[in-house]
């Protein structure tokens, strides 16, 4: 075999190769969308459970053992 026959054999493997590689990148990117999908809509549901359980959306701001609001509430 010629050296251009050997590498148009190995061209012609290679491409298979590389459309093998493609179709793997092309299922990993759709499980990434379905995973992102998923992950915004529990975020969501989470953030809906958070706002029913304190609807005034004061989310964040609690502080364990504040002195001010112990004092506030009476505790102290």
């Given amino acids: 075999m010629s ?3 050997l590498t148009e054999l190995y061209q012609f493997v290679w491409t298979f ?3 093998a ?3 793997l990148a092309w299922r990993d990117a ?3 969308r ?3 999908a998923r992950a915004e809509a529990l975020a969501a ?3 809906r ?3 029913d ?3 005034s959306g004061q989310l964040g701001h609690a502080a364990l053992n504040d002195p001010d609001n112990l004092k506030e509430s009476g505790l102290l």
Avoid: K, T
């Fill in 3 to 5: 050296l251009g026959r």
């Fill in 17 to 19: 190769e590389s459309h």
């Fill in 21 to 23: 590689q493609q179709r």
């Fill in 30 to 32: 759709a499980e990434a």
């Fill in 34 to 36: 379905i995973a992102r």
């Fill in 45 to 47: 549901a989470q953030l």
């Fill in 49 to 51: 459970a958070m706002l």
């Fill in 53 to 55: 359980a304190n609807p």
